[in-house]
């Protein structure tokens, strides 16, 4: 009989299952915490059926944030910190989910696998770097060995490197998910995730992939969470108390909007290494704002999230009642929420509850959804992006 690693012929059979129950990961720009969804999948592909079980945030602890803030989008971080975190933010990540699965009493030899996103520490599309020589790159740590080796489940990790091997940004992801889970014939439709950074997927109603698009937009909550922190001591605009205090001011509104990165090609990507209080600083030293006042200055940013998303998609998409469904925790936003309806008057903006998706387990569920692909899936052709399945295999034993 010839040798087989026990691994393979498990991944094998968890491939060959009728229906697979897995928990996906997301840890997100904003750093608010760990999203744990757990599911369930039938089938692959378009024909993919799914549930979610369950779900959970938990949020990180301050220590957490601060140990990951010295490294995250920094140009100039410690080598050390970066190589400690890694295994160290796998190990966490481990501990969280061995929490959650006690939580809802699911014993963890019952979970097929785990998809696992890791936490991005630095995003360089070729566009904002400019380094001669090399091409589009970004960085996840937290290794999937770790949470292989403490949970004792297969888990699936770092799915955005292959998206960069084969010519990607390395992200947006979403649309993999977006197409099997959210298309609809008849019904052009616009997933818009407002996370600290937003994005999103459009969907043609004649169910053509390759007209779906897929996109970074500009900063979703980042900025206003950063502003919050530096000046309200808060970590965020909890239902834009702040922002409805203030009032914009236009003249660093026009400057905010005027980077290069909203003229660019799409389907392009972003983050907090370019969209950061640094940023904010530069224009209002431009436009001699810098003595605004701190609440005028979170309704100014809140705008600039607001007319950037409406400004992308009223030049994009024109159909008549486009139906906008957003998620994130952007979404929960009161003060982006009613911008967008009145500079998008003809659109119905709701959220993808609608579509039986959680709008905060969201970009979890993708992440599990993109593992159950890498097991039993076929690439698809979507738009421009590669035709690709993604993530890293990593075994108990
Ligand atoms: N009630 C609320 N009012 C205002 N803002 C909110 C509310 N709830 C959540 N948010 C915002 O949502 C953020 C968290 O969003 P989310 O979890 O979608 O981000 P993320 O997954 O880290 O981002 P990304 O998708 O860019 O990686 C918070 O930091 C906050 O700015
Ligand atoms: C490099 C990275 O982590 N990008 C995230 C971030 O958060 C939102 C936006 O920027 C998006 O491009 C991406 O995440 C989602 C899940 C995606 O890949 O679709």
Same mark, same amino acid.
């Given at each position: 009989m010839p040798a087989l690693n026990l691994n393979l012929s498990k991944l094998f059979n968890i491939a060959q299952k009728e229906e697979r129950l897995c928990i996906g990961l997301m840890s997100g720009t904003s750093l608010d915490g760990l999203d744990i969804a757990l599911c369930r999948f039938k089938g692959?592909?378009?024909g993919t059926q799914f549930r979610l079980l369950n779900f959970m945030t938990i949020p990180y602890p301050d220590v957490f944030k601060d140990e990951v803030k010295q490294v995250?989008?920094?140009?100039?971080?410690d080598l050390e910190k970066v190589c400690l975190l890694n295994d160290y933010i796998g190990g966490y990540h481990a501990d969280l989910i061995l929490q959650a699965l006690k939580q809802w009493e699911? =014993? @963890?030899?019952?979970?097929?696998f785990i998809a696992s996103h890791g936490q991005t520490i630095y995003h360089a599309p070729q566009h904002q770097?400019?380094?001669?020589?090399h091409g589009n790159a970004t960085l996840q740590i937290g290794d999937g060995d770790h949470i292989a080796v403490k949970t004792g489940i297969i888990t699936i990790s770092d799915f955005r490197q292959k998206h960069v091997a084969a010519?990607?940004?390395? =992200? @947006?992801?979403a649309l993999y998910g977006d197409v099997i889970l959210g298309s609809k014939t008849g019904k052009d439709r616009v997933l818009l995730n407002i996370g600290g950074i937003a994005n999103l997927t459009y969907l043609p109603g004649d169910g053509d992939l390759a007209k779906v698009m897929s996109t970074d937009i500009g900063p979703g909550n980042t900025l206003i969470d950063a502003a919050c922190r530096a000046?309200?001591?808060?970590?965020f605009d909890e239902d834009a108390a702040i922002a409805l205090s203030g009032e914009v001011n236009d003249v660093l509104l026009e400057a905010l909007l005027q980077h290069p990165f909203f003229n660019e090609q799409l389907p392009k990507t972003t983050g907090?290494?370019?969209?950061?209080l640094d940023y904010v600083a530069d224009a209002q030293q431009a436009t001699r704002t810098?003595?605004?006042?701190k609440a005028d200055l979170i309704a100014t940013l809140s705008a600039f999230t607001g007319r950037s998303i409406a400004q992308f998609i009223g030049k994009n998409y024109h159909s008549n009642r486009l139906k906008i469904f957003a998620s994130g925790?952007?979404?929960?936003?009161p003060y982006i929420r009613s911008y967008l309806k009145k500079a998008l008057p003809a659109a119905i903006i709701t959220d993808t509850d609608e579509l039986g998706i959680n709008p905060d387990a969201k970009e979890a569920i993708l992440f599990a959804l993109l593992g159950n692909e890498a097991l039993c899936g076929e690439p698809l052709n979507i738009?421009?992006?590669?035709a690709i399945l993604m993530g890293k295999f990593s075994f108990p034993l």
């Open positions: 692959h592909g378009i995250f989008a920094k140009r100039n971080a699911i =014993a @963890p030899a019952d979970v097929d770097h400019k380094q001669a020589g010519g990607g940004e390395g =992200a @947006p992801l000046y309200f001591n808060k970590p907090p290494e370019l969209f950061n810098l003595n605004i006042n925790g952007g979404a929960r936003n738009g421009r992006n590669p």
